[in-house]
């Protein structure tokens, strides 16, 4: 699968598993989870182009997408990666908590999302 598709499927599936949430749809939502995990992973096979390859979804028009992708990136992007998530950090609900937890485990030192 080339780079592009595999963008394409982590920011479906980061779209399709908020919608989920949002429905209180939890079975569905970790089906999607699992298949955004799976994307990341191929794309690291990769190596930093995979990593590189992702980062384009730090302009996504959904936010849930960028964050997701913000969240994945933070070893690789850091300061990119950071400003997405403290823009994201700034609203409220689900989405912008979620970018301030990435945000809280990475300066604990506690984020793992992509050990490298």
């Given at each position: 699968m080339s780079l592009e598709k595999l963008v394409?499927?982590?920011?479906?599936?980061?779209?399709?598993?908020?919608d989920a949430i949002?429905?209180?749809?939890?079975?569905?939502?970790?089906?999607h989870a699992?298949?955004?995990?799976?994307?990341?992973?191929?794309?690291?096979?990769?190596?930093n182009p995979g990593r590189d390859a992702l980062a384009a979804l730090f302009m996504h028009?959904?936010?849930d997408?960028?964050?997701?992708?913000?969240a994945f990136l933070l070893r690789h992007g850091t300061e990119e990666a950071k400003t997405v998530l403290k823009d994201?950090?700034?609203?409220?609900?689900l989405v912008s908590f979620a970018a301030s937890e990435?945000?809280?485990?990475?300066?604990?030192?506690?984020w793992s999302l992509d050990p490298g």
């Open positions: 394409e499927a982590f920011a479906q599936h980061s779209a399709a598993q908020t949002w429905r209180g749809d939890a079975k569905t939502g970790n089906k699992k298949k955004v995990n799976a994307a990341f992973d191929k794309l690291c096979a990769y190596g028009p959904r936010m997408v960028r964050v997701k992708a913000a994201a950090a700034q609203g409220e609900g990435a945000l809280k485990r990475w300066e604990e030192g506690t």
